[in-house]
């Protein structure tokens, strides 16, 4: 058979939830039958997945820097696209849909897909222009999404269900326990309970809602310790601000550690005792997998797709979102659990048998085949 060649649209590559998936995904893909190309917009101010996707045999080329306005870089993306002789292009970014879209039509590319991988109300994607939002959703010929919740909302804006592709989010399965940095073995150290998130710190994450939760529990429970692992987003700083303010406010700066950006958070979620995830809504949050791949007990709230992998009391707990009491409540209740540690092995082993990397991956090649194949 002969290799398909695909082009990714992506905006960028560092260490998010939709880059890894990305890197996850073309990892696990088999080159002997396809040709991946990724073609990112703009350079991760952080660092991120580059350089592991070149080590999976894949290139990665970057938009010129001269090319900053949309009609430059849609002529970089047929370029590209008619050099690779791509059979497939396939937009990974709700931001990048129109390019896979107008940039494919141009190029000829039988088959046109674009992706959006987080909730419709998320703030990045009300932040584009009405008109981008419609190509964005309407543009490509077929939608990838990675949660029940969000091809319900593509269909009640009016996109056809037999057009989008539900792909769930893939996640590694960790063999061993993380072992702990040495430059956090006070924030780590022995006979504390760790309750942890990993996040971007942003309003939509609720992290100010994880931090008054265990203000309330600590009195009882001065054993605790909270862990934030994630950084400020450029265009919520001020929330970031805020989140400081509060742990000042509420005298927890030795009890509550706020991390930063961490390259190894998915092993350092490996160390908590009680993961969280507080969000107001989501897609199919990476952070929560790698939590229950590692074998932790989770706390998260019941929105998007977070109900698809939780089954409440018996893998993990839920929670509704915006509410410290709840919160709370749940959190004092797991921390009293016997059975702690058969909720967290309970959460591992669905990671292992429903969200294996090599099944996604090969479903993805096999839904561009079928689709291929119908149109011819």
Known sequence: MQKLPIVYLIGELGKGGSERQLYLLLKAMDLSMVDPLVVCFNPSAAGGYEDAIRACGVPVVYCPPGARSAIARLRFVVKTLRAHQAQVVHSWSAYTNTYASLGGLLAGVPLRAGSMRNSLKNRGFLNLPRLARLLSIHGTPWMFVNAESIQAELAAEGLPRDRIFLVENCVEIPQTRPSI??????????????????????RNKNVHIFIEGLAKLLPAHPELRGVIVGQPIPDELDYYDEIRQLIGQLGLTDSIYLLG???????LSGLFDVFCLLSQFEGTPNALMEAMAAGRPVIATRTSGIPDLIRDGENGCLVEPGSVASFASALEQMLNRADLEALGAAGREKMKSEFYCPEKSAKFVNIYRELLGRQR
Not at 181 to 202: D, H, S
């Open 181 to 202: 940095p040495p430059e956090l073995a006070e924030v780590f150290a022995g006979g504390y309970r760790i309750v942890g998130t990993v996040c971007n710190i942003r």
């Open 261 to 267: 950006f961490r390259g190894d958070a998915p092993a």
